[in-house]
C-alpha cells in the first residue's frame, strides 16, 4: 500500500511537472543594434506567442547630431502597440500641480532661509542667474535652488534639452494622439529631483555652485559623456557614465544612496514591468535614460537575476 502511495505521489509530481513546462514562458532574449542605443527584446506572451519589446535609451540633452533618426528606430515606434517612456501621458499632464505641492511641502521655515547657509559668494551667483527670482529661491529646500542652478551647465554646452531623443517622441506622441504609459510615476520622479535631508541636498546644490564656477572643466566632462552616447558602444558609455558616478561618490559617499534611488531601485521595478510588457504581448517602443541599461545594476541584468531574460 505505502508502495501504491509512493507511486500515486511520484505520477502526481511528474504531471505537475509537465503541466509547468507546458505554460512555462521561454526565456526572453535581447539584441543590441548598431547606430543606436537601441535593444531589441523578444519572448514569449502569456499565450505562448512571440512578443517584443523595443527600447532606446536616451540622453536627456542633445544637438543636431542625433538626428535624423535611424529608420529602424522610428520604424519600431511606428509599429509598436505600446509606447512607454519614464513618465506617461497623464503623469506629463500632472507634473507641475505635482511640482508645485512639494515645493509647497519643501518650504523653509521663516527663520531658517536657505541663504543663511550659502556663502556670499553663492548668495551673488543666484542674484546673477535670477535676477528678481533670487530671493524666492531661498524659501525653499536646496533641491528646489539646485535644479535651477545646475540648469545653467548645460546652455555652455550649445545643446539643449528640446533636441533629446525624449523631447523629441513626447512631441511625436502628443501630435499623434498616443496615450504613453510611463515606466515611473510623476511623484518617483519628482522624489529622485528632491531627494536626501537638508544636508545632502546643500552639498549638492554646493557641487552645481561650484559647477558653474569652473564651467571649462564641467563642459568638457558633460560632452566626454555624450561623445560617449554618440559612440551608441555599451562599454565606452558604460566606462564614461560610471567614471561620473564613482568621481561624485568618491567626493562625498552621500551619493551612494542617492544613485542607489535613481538607478537600482528604479532599474529593479523596471525590470518587472518590462518583464510585464513581454507577458501581456505584441510590441511595447520604450524610451528611457541609457544609464539605466548599462553596467552591473542594468535593468538586463535584473531581468537576468529574475529568469525572465537569458
Same mark, same amino acid.
Not at 39 to 68: C, Q
Not at 116 to 123: D, G, I, K, M
Not at 170 to 193: F, K, T
Given at each position: ?6 507511486? *500515486? ?33 523578444? %519572448?514569449?506572451?502569456?499565450? %505562448? ?13 542633445? =544637438? ?80 528646489? @535652488? ?35 504609459? %510611463?515606466? =515611473? ?63 561624485? *561618490? ?12 535613481? @538607478? ?16 501581456? %504581448?505584441?510590441?511595447?517602443? *520604450? ?9 552591473? =545594476? ?13
Amino acid at each position: 500500500m505505502a508502495n501504491n502511495s509512493k507511486k *500515486i505521489m511520484f505520477g502526481f509530481v511528474f504531471f505537475l511537472v509537465l503541466l509547468y513546462n507546458c505554460f512555462a514562458r521561454d526565456k526572453a532574449i535581447v539584441e543590441k543594434k548598431d547606430g543606436a542605443m537601441f535593444w531589441e527584446m523578444t %519572448g514569449t506572451d502569456k499565450n %505562448g506567442n512571440e512578443s517584443k519589446v523595443y527600447i532606446l535609451g536616451t540622453f536627456h540633452a542633445g =544637438d543636431d547630431r542625433l538626428y535624423p533618426l535611424p529608420q529602424f528606430v522610428l520604424d519600431a515606434y511606428d509599429n509598436a502597440d505600446i509606447v512607454c517612456g519614464e513618465i506617461s501621458t497623464q503623469g506629463w499632464e500632472e507634473l507641475q500641480s505635482v511640482l508645485v505641492l512639494k515645493m509647497a511641502s519643501d518650504m523653509l521655515d521663516s527663520e531658517s532661509h536657505l541663504d543663511q547657509f550659502l556663502t556670499e559668494e553663492e548668495v551673488a551667483l543666484t542674484y546673477e542667474y535670477l535676477g528678481a527670482q533670487a530671493p524666492y529661491m531661498f524659501l525653499y529646500k536646496p533641491w528646489v @535652488l539646485n535644479q535651477v542652478i545646475s540648469s545653467f551647465t548645460l546652455s555652455e554646452t550649445n545643446m539643449d534639452f528640446v533636441d533629446a531623443y525624449d523631447s523629441f517622441f513626447i512631441a511625436r506622441s502628443n501630435d499623434r494622439g498616443i496615450n504613453m504609459e %510611463g515606466l =515611473d510615476s510623476v511623484e518617483r520622479q519628482i522624489d529622485c529631483l528632491s531627494y536626501g535631508d537638508f544636508d545632502f541636498q546643500l552639498v549638492a546644490l554646493k557641487g552645481s555652485f561650484e559647477a558653474i564656477e569652473n564651467p571649462e572643466e564641467t563642459v568638457e566632462n558633460f560632452l566626454n559623456l555624450y561623445e560617449a552616447y554618440l559612440s551608441f558602444d555599451e562599454k565606452v558609455m558604460e566606462e564614461a557614465y560610471f567614471k561620473e558616478i564613482e568621481t561624485e *561618490i568618491n567626493e562625498y559617499e552621500g551619493f551612494k544612496g542617492y544613485y542607489d534611488v535613481l @538607478l537600482v531601485e528604479r532599474n529593479k521595478d523596471w525590470a518587472v514591468s518590462i518583464d510585464n510588457y513581454l507577458n501581456e %504581448g505584441g510590441t511595447t517602443f *520604450i524610451f528611457a535614460g541609457t544609464g539605466h541599461f548599462i553596467g552591473d =545594476d542594468s535593468v538586463f541584468n535584473f531581468m537576468r537575476a529574475n529568469g525572465t531574460l537569458k
